[in-house]
């Protein structure tokens, strides 16, 4: 139907539409909802719902056209291209919270406390306040909840960066057995990649219910709870992200799909989890460990 | 579309029919069609709110609408004239032009490329569907500062989450640009041979990648910050008002050189073609573009000086703002120097060109005036900065962006436009846009606040004279209007070169070219882009 | 009206403007017209102002330069002329030295600049510290070390004029928008610290006769210095959106020898005592609606609006409101004002007992609320214990 050498260029599509759609009802229904109106969350899972529809459209309709042979070498460069600038773009969203963990650190929380710029501030403002990390009592501690504790790095949080570290290591045994056509290797590793994305999920949420219900340690502790809870919750949901893509992908290979030399969605997925991977390493480091 | 000869050059295409050939599109030229009107639209919503805003402004006292219609007034403004109208005028023409002129045969992922445009309706129904409800727009500014922006009822999810989407768009929007250019170019056609434009949008691309993320980021911390009781940006929590200004203006700063950039890489297409010689220094206008791009990640905080950061602070970003001036200039003489021993004529699009050079230059040199610490603590939130940041962006980028339309429109439609009504509409917008906004630099010295509804007396005049001049400016664009109807509609009939001294690989197509560019890559030479 | 005497001048007005721009001198944009930046009453503003007007010419002149370059192109290489065109492309040398004169001129501007940032950022060896607090929307001003709490609002006639269709002719308003009910006073040829912070959102602090702006950031205090020269009234506004009374918050700077500023510290020591002294006095419903009138205009309205309705979504109306109408409520309607609720600030401090007695007799006995209830400071004092 289509020739090699001409770039494929897609038919009309509804797809596009259809997730402009969804993400706008999705929007509206969270909006509402933050609103405290009752009916938003109908309109959440509405939206939620053509998102699953549109993306299961959208990438099975990529997927024949895959397997029909449409795309040449162009096209596959096109999609490495796409999918890298958009891990790059992630990587931007997730400095912003960095950005704003190492602002308090280094710069609010010592000038609240008085230090070099913040002489004035402290010494009308907050004197009785002092600055230390991780800062369990906020410069005004009736408007937000002290915790008693934080979590250390050397319990589960070292465990979990054993588990992802693996998981790297997993699924780049995966991608070789892709290459060498060992399939059943091939979905043994992708099968242990997504247990331990899973298990890391879980270790997770453990720890948060910890957090919340005996440390508490919440969203509303402060600046310490607010860059806590943001960096390692929207890691969190990039790993449950990550461990659904690779879970498709091993369905995929089940059934058959990627050659030797043709696999550009399993290594777009391959470089996500590593790009999780390391914004992890990040967390570890900085939020957990220093 | 509806002359014969036009239908024999589409005879091969299957192009697709009725309202699905816009809704499911996966054309290049379709979807840049549909960005260039919805950013025509939202002009001029955006516009008339800033009808509304000189018509409250055009005498002391308050005749109008209550203050807080009026904030909300000038922050949709800002967000429709930036997010709306100018950034999807810049796509609009990326996606018409960059596959033509890199001799691509579209854009390098198609139904990525609907996506992107189809968020914006969507994302502007939310914003705009804001002024509507109860407690109305949002009304903190476009800066969105908390705590203030924290206070706006209803509004306030709608208004995050129109930026999100927005967002996303321009993310998808920028991918795109950067595979096709760099993926999809005719053999011959190697970097330094891209017309500027293209180079230009490609830097723009990579801005817009790293900017939009953060301001994601951003405005995802108000959202938690105000709901689920996160102290990002209250010092009683440990935060501090001003981190939000940090990350905003990270973000903020690129994005003013995002509106600005595509605009220089269209000047650097018209000027060569109307003096009829090559662009003067074509590898220092892309070195350049890309130290100017760089260069804006290092000086945001030039918009916050008068938040009391650490001397050390203020000088580091006093010197980085100051630098921008350095490439920006070699900007500007390079165009002078293309037309210098040229042999210019002044059609529509070179007129808007000329008056771009010199309007933005002053705009330029009131950015630098600003730029300099100690006086922009006089300057800053004064009407001083609404002038300065209107001749960049009214007269600077949609001056441009109008040139580009009279460059291209021949091109697009297949018919000449009224060169005749061009003409009157260049120099009804040109004196307008001055009467609007020059007299604004005198209000700002002499201290007038921006972002306030009503003034004391002596600012009265120039306000006067200033809401004359932008009710003048508004009603020619009804002109522009017209003139793009109507050239849609016939007219003289286009050449595929158009222009005399035009040069690149769009003008090898036929006007308008086929459904679908370049089927088969053409041979791009030295000759073909040279002169 | 007014507007017809205005056209007059108007055609004037413009050539005015129009010749200001092309002969962009200085003598014609200093003139009384407010063209200008001024040069202020204190060393820091003049430097300000010379170091405004060394960069204006410096761009006054690139402009010249670049843009007489262009014109005469424009009018000597147009192919009417008959002209061919040349074909070079560019010259290293060129675009080397117009690198390099750009950089050589901007390192000639920063370094003054950086000098007068240095002596701007020296707060050191002030003899009287003010701290400026913002309010949405007015000013707290607190003299450390005098105990001494000043409100500043904007004038009655202001507040009056500046309602939506008031028909009051702002040229009439003394200082429109630009007047408070007390102003700041400071003593001249001191040093004064002045500090900036604020309560509820960012405002800023701006004065343009002393050279700077500062924010008024919640939670953070900014510090500042001047030293005026000059005695006289100085006025200035918020220059940070704050919300929609940000264009009604005026500064008014008095600068008085310091004499009569000592005076006026006690003066102002004495006054605010007997303010404060809660007065066991009962009123009559008709003195205290009277002066609740004054209190609610000047700390109200602004919300609230005139005529009690407030705005809809934003802030609730008190017309009709069961807070300010139900007898069981009045204790919850007086904390309300005396410690604020969510958006709506606290007022406890800055009105004193009689204050608030009135305002909420008020609020309770106009538009349709017509409760009949007296509220006597004693109440108030009672509300304050608990
Ligand atoms: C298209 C958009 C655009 C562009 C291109 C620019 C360009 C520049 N801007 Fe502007 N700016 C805005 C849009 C833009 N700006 C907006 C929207 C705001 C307000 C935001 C808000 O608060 O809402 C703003 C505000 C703003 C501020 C903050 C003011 C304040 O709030 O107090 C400052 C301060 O430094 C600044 C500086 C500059 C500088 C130095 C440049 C430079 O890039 C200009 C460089 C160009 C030249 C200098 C002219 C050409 C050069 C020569 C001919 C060479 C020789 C010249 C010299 C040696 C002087 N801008
Ligand atoms: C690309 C960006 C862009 C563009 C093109 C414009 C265009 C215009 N802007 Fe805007 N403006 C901003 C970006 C832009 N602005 C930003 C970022 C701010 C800061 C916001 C903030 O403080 O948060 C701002 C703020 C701002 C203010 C300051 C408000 C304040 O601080 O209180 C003013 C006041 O004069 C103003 C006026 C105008 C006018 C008259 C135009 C005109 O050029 C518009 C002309 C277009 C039309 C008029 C539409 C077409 C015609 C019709 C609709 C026909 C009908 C006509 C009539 C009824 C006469 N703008
Ligand atoms: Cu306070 Cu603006
Ligand atoms: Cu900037």
Same mark, same amino acid.
């Given at each position: 139907?289509?020739?090699?050498?001409?770039?494929?260029?897609?038919?009309?599509?509804?797809?596009?539409?259809?997730?402009?759609?969804?993400?706008?009802?999705?929007?509206?229904?969270?909006?509402?909802?933050?609103?405290?109106?009752?009916?938003?969350?109908?309109?959440?899972?509405?939206?939620?719902?053509?998102?699953?529809?549109?993306?299961?459209?959208?990438?099975?309709?990529?997927?024949?056209?895959?397997?029909?042979?449409?795309?040449?070498?162009?096209?596959?460069?096109?999609f490495?291209?796409?999918?890298?600038?958009?891990?790059?773009s992630?990587?931007?969203?997730?400095?912003?919270?960095?950005?704003?963990?190492?602002?308090?650190?280094?710069?609010?929380?010592?000038?609240?406390?008085?230090?070099?710029?913040?002489?004035?501030?402290?010494?009308?403002?907050?004197?009785?306040?002092?600055?230390?990390?991780?800062?369990?009592?906020?410069?005004?501690?009736?408007?937000?909840?002290?915790?008693?504790?934080?979590?250390?790095?050397?319990?589960?949080?070292?465990i979990?960066?054993?588990?992802?570290?693996?998981?790297?290591?997993?699924?780049?045994?995966?991608?070789?057995?892709?290459?060498?056509?060992?399939?059943?290797?091939?979905?043994?590793?992708?099968?242990?990649?997504?247990?331990?994305?899973?298990?890391?999920?879980?270790?997770?949420?453990?720890?948060?219910?910890?957090?919340?219900?005996?440390?508490?340690?919440?969203?509303?502790?402060?600046?310490?709870g607010?860059?806590?809870?943001?960096?390692?919750?929207?890691?969190?949901?990039?790993?449950? /992200?990550?461990?659904?893509?690779?879970?498709?992908?091993?369905?995929?290979?089940?059934?058959?799909?990627?050659?030797?030399n043709?696999?550009?969605?399993?290594?777009?997925?391959?470089?996500?989890?590593?790009?999780?991977?390391?914004?992890?390493?990040?967390?570890?480091?900085?939020?957990y460990?220093l | 579309?509806?002359?014969?000869?036009?239908?024999?050059?589409?005879?091969?295409?299957?192009?697709?029919?009725?309202?699905?050939?816009?809704?499911?599109?996966?054309?290049?030229?379709? =979807?840049?069609?549909m960005?260039?009107?919805?950013?025509?639209?939202?002009?001029?919503?955006?516009?008339?709110?800033?009808?509304?805003?000189?018509?409250?402004?055009?005498?002391?006292g308050?005749?109008?609408?209550?203050?807080?219609f009026?904030?909300?007034?000038?922050?949709?403004?800002?967000?429709?004239?930036?997010?709306?109208?100018?950034?999807?005028?810049?796509?609009?023409?990326?996606?018409?032009?960059?596959?033509?002129?890199?001799?691509?045969?579209?854009?390098?992922?198609?139904?990525?490329?609907?996506?992107?445009?189809?968020?914006?309706?969507?994302?502007?129904?939310?914003?705009?569907?804001?002024l509507?409800?109860?407690?109305?727009?949002?009304?903190?500014?476009?800066?969105?500062?908390?705590?203030?922006?924290?206070?706006?009822?209803?509004a306030?999810?709608?208004?995050?989450?129109?930026?999100?989407?927005?967002?996303?768009?321009?993310? /998808?929007?920028?991918?795109?640009?950067?595979?096709?250019?760099?993926?999809?170019?005719?053999?011959?056609?190697?970097?330094?041979?891209?017309?500027?434009?293209?180079?230009?949008?490609?830097?723009?691309?990579?801005?817009?990648?790293?900017?939009?993320?953060v301001?994601?980021?951003?405005?995802? /911390?108000?959202l938690?910050?105000?709901?689920?009781g996160?102290?990002?940006?209250?010092?009683?929590?440990?935060?501090?008002?001003?981190?939000?200004?940090?990350?905003?203006?990270?973000?903020?700063?690129?994005?003013?050189?995002?509106?600005?950039?595509?605009?220089?890489?269209?000047?650097?297409?018209?000027?060569?073609?109307?003096?009829?010689?090559?662009?003067?220094?074509?590898?220092?206008?892309?070195?350049?573009?890309?130290?100017?791009?760089?260069?804006?990640?290092?000086?945001?905080?030039?918009?916050?000086?008068?938040?009391?950061?650490?001397?050390?602070?203020?000088?580091?970003?006093?010197?980085?703002?100051?630098?921008?001036?350095?490439?920006?200039?070699?900007?500007v003489?390079?165009?002078?120097?293309?037309?210098?021993?040229?042999?210019?004529?002044?059609?529509?699009?070179?007129?808007?060109?000329?008056?771009?050079?010199?309007?933005?230059?002053?705009?330029?040199?009131?950015?630098?005036?600003?730029?300099?610490?100690?006086?922009?603590?006089?300057?800053?939130?004064?009407?001083?900065?609404?002038?300065?940041?209107h001749?960049?962006?009214?007269?600077?980028?949609?001056?441009?962006?109008?040139?580009?339309?009279?460059?291209?429109?021949?091109?697009?439609?297949?018919y000449?436009?009224?060169?005749?009504?061009?003409?009157?509409?260049?120099?009804?917008?040109?004196?307008?846009?001055?009467?609007l906004?020059?007299?604004?630099?005198?209000?700002?010295?002499?201290?007038?606040?921006?972002?306030?509804?009503?003034?004391?007396?002596?600012?009265?005049?120039?306000?006067?004279?200033?809401?004359l001049?932008?009710?003048?400016?508004?009603?020619?664009?009804?002109?522009?209007?017209?003139?793009?109807?109507?050239?849609?509609?016939?007219?003289?009939?286009?050449?595929?070169q158009?222009?005399?001294?035009?040069?690149?690989?769009?003008?090898t197509?036929?006007?308008?070219?086929?459904?679908?560019?370049?089927?088969?890559?053409?041979?791009?030479?030295?000759?073909?882009?040279?002169? | 009206?007014?507007?017809?005497?205005?056209?007059?001048?108007?055609?004037?007005?413009?050539?005015?403007?129009v010749?200001?721009?092309?002969?962009?001198?200085?003598?014609?944009?200093?003139?009384?017209?407010?063209?200008?930046?001024?040069?202020?009453?204190?060393?820091?503003?003049?430097?300000?102002?010379?170091m405004?007007?060394?960069?204006?010419?410096?761009?006054?002149?690139?402009?010249?330069?670049?843009?007489?370059?262009?014109?005469?192109?424009?009018?000597?290489?147009?192919?009417s002329?008959?002209?061919?065109?040349?074909?070079?492309?560019?010259?290293?040398?060129?675009?080397?030295?117009?690198?390099?004169?750009?950089?050589?001129?901007?390192?000639?501007?920063?370094?003054?600049?950086?000098?007068?940032?240095?002596?701007?950022?020296?707060?050191?060896e002030?003899?009287?510290?003010?701290?400026?607090?913002?309010?949405?929307?007015?000013?707290?001003?607190?003299?450390?070390?005098?105990?001494?709490?000043?409100?500043?609002?904007?004038?009655?006639?202001?507040?009056?004029?500046?309602?939506?269709?008031?028909?009051?002719?702002?040229?009439?308003?003394?200082?429109?928008l630009?007047n408070?009910?007390?102003?700041l006073?400071?003593?001249?040829?001191?040093?004064?610290?002045?500090?900036?912070?604020?309560?509820?959102?960012?405002?800023?602090?701006?004065?343009?006769?002393?050279?700077?702006?500062?924010?008024?950031?919640?939670?953070?205090?900014?510090?500042?210095?001047?030293?005026?020269n000059?005695?006289?009234?100085?006025?200035?506004?918020?220059?940070?959106?704050?919300?929609?009374?940000?264009?009604?918050?005026?500064?008014?700077v008095?600068?008085?020898?310091?004499?009569?500023?000592?005076?006026? =510290?006690?003066?102002?020591?004495?006054?605010?005592?007997?303010?404060?002294?809660?007065?066991?006095?009962?009123?009559? /419903?008709?003195?205290?609606?009277?002066?609740?009138?004054?209190?609610?205009?000047?700390?109200?309205?602004?919300?609230?609006?005139?005529?009690?309705?407030?705005?809809?979504?934003?802030?609730?109306?008190?017309?009709?409101?069961?807070?300010?109408?139900?007898?069981?409520?009045?204790?919850?309607?007086?904390?309300?004002?005396?410690?604020?609720?969510?958006?709506?600030?606290?007022?406890?401090?800055?009105?004193?007992?009689?204050?608030?007695?009135?305002?909420?007799?008020?609020?309770?006995?106009?538009?349709?609320?017509?409760?009949?209830?007296?509220?006597?400071?004693?109440?108030?004092?009672a509300?304050?214990?608990?």
């Amino acid at each position: 139907m289509v020739s090699k050498d001409i770039y494929f260029i897609p038919e009309p599509s509804k797809w596009p539409i259809v997730a402009s759609l969804a993400l706008f009802t999705t929007f509206i229904g969270g909006a509402m909802l933050l609103n405290q109106s009752s009916n938003g969350k109908y309109v959440l899972i509405l939206g939620a719902m053509g998102i699953i529809y549109m993306f299961a459209g959208w990438f099975s309709s990529v997927i024949s056209e895959s397997l029909s042979g449409s795309y040449n070498r162009q096209v596959d460069v096109s999609f490495r291209m796409g999918m890298g600038w958009f891990i790059f773009s992630e990587v931007m969203f997730f400095a912003a919270f960095f950005g704003a963990l190492f602002y308090a650190r280094v710069l609010s929380v010592p000038w609240l406390s008085g230090e070099g710029h913040g002489v004035a501030t402290h010494q009308f403002l907050w004197p009785a306040f002092k600055a230390a990390w991780p800062m369990s009592v906020m410069p005004n501690p009736a408007s937000f909840t002290a915790y008693k504790d934080t979590i250390p790095a050397t319990g589960i949080p070292a465990i979990n960066t054993l588990l992802l570290l693996t998981s790297g290591v997993t699924i780049t045994f995966a991608h070789w057995a892709l290459k060498k056509v060992q399939r059943n290797h091939l979905c043994a590793w992708l099968a242990a990649t997504v247990l331990l994305g899973a298990l890391f999920v879980y270790l997770q949420a453990g720890e948060y219910h910890h957090a919340y219900s005996e440390l508490n340690l919440k969203l509303s502790s402060g600046i310490y709870g607010s860059t806590f809870f943001l960096l390692t919750g929207f890691h969190g949901f990039h790993v449950t /992200m990550g461990a659904v893509m690779i879970l498709a992908i091993l369905f995929r290979s089940l059934k058959g799909h990627f050659t030797k030399n043709d696999h550009f969605a399993f290594e777009a997925v391959a470089w996500y989890w590593h790009f999780v991977d390391v914004v992890w390493l990040g967390l570890f480091i900085f939020v957990y460990w220093l | 579309m509806s002359s014969q000869t036009i239908a024999d050059h589409d005879h091969h295409d299957h192009k697709p029919v009725g309202i699905k050939r816009w809704l499911f599109s996966t054309n290049h030229k379709d =979807i840049g069609t549909m960005y260039l009107v919805f950013a025509l639209i939202m002009f001029f919503i955006g516009g008339s709110m800033a009808m509304v805003i000189r018509a409250e402004l055009f005498q002391p006292g308050l005749q109008f609408v209550d203050p807080q219609f009026y904030n909300s007034m000038v922050t949709v403004h800002a967000l429709v004239m930036i997010f709306g109208a100018v950034m999807p005028a810049g796509v609009g023409l990326a996606n018409w032009m960059i596959p033509i002129m890199i001799g691509a045969p579209d854009m390098a992922l198609p139904r990525m490329n609907n996506m992107s445009f189809w968020i914006l309706p969507f994302a502007f129904a939310l914003l705009l569907g804001t002024l509507f409800i109860d407690g109305g727009g949002p009304a903190g500014g476009w800066t969105m500062y908390p705590p203030l922006v924290l206070q706006t009822g209803k509004a306030f999810p709608y208004l995050i989450f129109a930026v999100h989407f927005l967002g996303v768009s321009s993310i /998808m929007g920028a991918i795109n640009i950067i595979a096709t250019v760099f993926n999809m170019r005719a053999p011959g056609m190697t970097l330094m041979r891209l017309p500027l434009f293209v180079w230009t949008w490609v830097i723009t691309a990579f801005l817009l990648i790293a900017s939009m993320p953060v301001l994601a980021g951003a405005v995802t /911390m108000l959202l938690t910050d105000k709901y689920f009781g996160t102290s990002f940006f209250n010092a009683a929590g440990g935060g501090d008002p001003v981190l939000f200004q940090h990350i905003f203006w990270f973000f903020g700063h690129p994005e003013v050189y995002i509106l600005i950039l595509p605009a220089f890489g269209i000047i650097s297409q018209i000027i060569p073609t109307f003096a009829r010689k090559p662009l003067f220094g074509y590898a220092s206008m892309v070195y350049a573009t890309a130290s100017i791009a760089i260069l804006s990640f290092f000086v945001w905080a030039h918009h916050m000086f008068t938040v009391g950061l650490p001397i050390t602070g203020e000088l580091f970003f006093m010197y980085a703002t100051m630098l921008i001036a350095v490439p920006t200039g070699v900007k500007v003489f390079n165009w002078v120097a293309t037309m210098w021993k040229g042999a210019m004529t002044f059609e529509a699009p070179m007129l808007f060109a000329i008056a771009f050079v010199i309007l933005f230059t002053i705009g330029g040199f009131s950015g630098l005036m600003l730029g300099i610490t100690p006086v922009d603590f006089q300057y800053h939130d004064t009407y001083f900065v609404v002038a300065h940041f209107h001749y960049v962006l009214l007269t600077g980028a949609v001056f441009a962006l109008m040139a580009s339309a009279y460059y291209w429109l021949p091109k697009w439609t297949g018919y000449m436009y009224d060169e005749k009504l061009a003409k009157i509409h260049f120099w009804l917008s040109a004196i307008a846009s001055n009467v609007l906004f020059f007299p604004q630099h005198f209000l700002g010295l002499a201290g007038m606040p921006r972002r306030i509804p009503d003034y004391s007396v002596q600012f009265a005049d120039f306000n006067m004279i200033s809401s004359l001049g932008g009710f003048a400016y508004g009603i020619s664009q009804l002109l522009f209007v017209y003139i793009v109807i109507k050239c849609v509609l016939g007219g003289k009939k286009a050449t595929s070169q158009v222009w005399e001294g035009a040069r690149g690989l769009e003008w090898t197509l036929s006007s308008p070219p086929p459904f679908h560019s370049f089927t088969k890559p053409p041979k791009v030479t030295k000759a073909l882009m040279d002169y | 009206m007014y507007l017809n005497e205005w056209m007059k001048n108007f055609l004037f007005k413009l050539v005015f403007v129009v010749s200001a721009f092309f002969f962009l001198s200085p003598d014609i944009l200093h003139a009384e017209w407010g063209l200008n930046m001024t040069q202020g009453v204190t060393p820091i503003s003049q430097d300000v102002y010379n170091m405004h007007m060394t960069t204006l010419y410096v761009v006054t002149v690139i402009g010249i330069l670049v843009f007489g370059v262009m014109f005469w192109s424009i009018f000597h290489h147009r192919k009417s002329k008959g002209v061919k065109p040349s074909k070079f492309s560019h010259s290293t040398s060129v675009e080397v030295i117009w690198t390099l004169i750009p950089f050589i001129i901007i390192v000639s501007l920063a370094i003054p600049a950086t000098k007068l940032l240095a002596r701007m950022d020296d707060t050191s060896e002030s003899s009287i510290t003010v701290k400026a607090t913002g309010y949405q929307w007015k000013w707290k001003y607190d003299y450390i070390n005098e105990d001494v709490t000043i409100y500043s609002n904007m004038a009655e006639d202001s507040v009056e004029a500046s309602q939506r269709n008031s028909g009051i002719d702002p040229k009439a308003t003394d200082n429109y928008l630009r007047n408070t009910d007390t102003a700041l006073v400071l003593p001249v040829g001191k040093k004064i610290r002045i500090l900036t912070t604020a309560n509820d959102v960012i405002h800023a602090w701006w004065v343009p006769d002393l050279g700077w702006k500062r924010d008024a950031i919640p939670g953070f205090i900014n510090d500042n210095w001047t030293i005026i020269n000059k005695e006289g009234v100085y006025r200035g506004q918020c220059a940070e959106l704050c919300g929609k009374g940000h264009g009604y918050m005026p500064i008014v700077v008095k600068a008085v020898p310091e004499k009569e500023y000592t005076a006026w =510290i006690e003066g102002t020591k004495l006054a605010l005592k007997s303010k404060n002294a809660s007065s066991d006095k009962d009123f009559t /419903m008709d003195e205290l609606r009277a002066k609740g009138e004054g209190v609610y205009k000047a700390n109200c309205l602004a919300c609230h609006q005139a005529n009690g309705q407030g705005i809809k979504g934003v802030f609730p109306a008190i017309d009709g409101s069961p807070l300010a109408n139900l007898k069981e409520n009045i204790p919850a309607h007086i904390h309300q004002v005396i410690y604020g609720k969510g958006v709506m600030p606290a007022f406890g401090e800055q009105l004193s007992d009689t204050d608030i007695a009135s305002v909420v007799t008020f609020v309770r006995n106009n538009w349709g609320n017509k409760t009949g209830h007296i509220i006597q400071p004693k109440d108030v004092v009672a509300a304050r214990k608990k």
